[in-house]
């Protein structure tokens, strides 16, 4: 079992910048990809970004391709989304996942094994 909690959200203007984390427990996280996604009002919930086990490999969703990072350090069990130049579509509750999946790196939810309970992000324009 991996409990994974985020924080970070908050309200911030269109082109401003935020950084989300994860703080997992538990289960060895080393042993999982790490992920965000996000889930908009009235949407599905979407992949954001994703990274390896030793975080060498992360993977973007078009949306957040230059904008955000994600990376990991494994000693702390932490995960963060640095999310930059942040625009008003990006609004929605933000949420980590881990994976024991070999096929993480596609960014399905379905891979995703654990989910924290998610954390607000609203970005006014």
């Known amino acids: 079992q991996v409990q994974l909690v985020e924080s970070g959200g908050g309200l911030v203007q269109a082109g401003g910048s935020l950084r989300l984390s994860c703080a997992a427990s538990?289960?060895?996280?080393?042993?999982?990809?790490m992920g965000w996604f996000r889930q908009a009002p009235g949407k599905e919930r979407e992949f954001v970004a994703t990274?390896?086990?030793?975080?060498?490999?992360?993977y973007y969703a078009d949306s957040a391709k230059g904008r955000f990072t994600i990376s990991r350090d494994n000693a702390k069990n932490t995960v963060l989304l640095q999310m930059n130049s942040l625009k008003p579509e990006d609004t929605a509750v933000y949420y980590c996942?881990?994976?024991?999946?070999?096929?993480?790196?596609?960014?399905?939810?379905?891979?995703?094994?654990?989910w924290g309970q998610g954390s607000q992000v609203t970005v006014s324009s």
């Open positions: 538990g289960r060895t996280t080393s042993t999982y990809a």
């Open positions: 996942a881990a994976a024991s999946s070999g096929t993480w790196y596609e960014g399905r939810r379905d891979d995703y094994d654990y």
């Open positions: 990274i390896s086990r030793t975080g060498r490999n992360t």
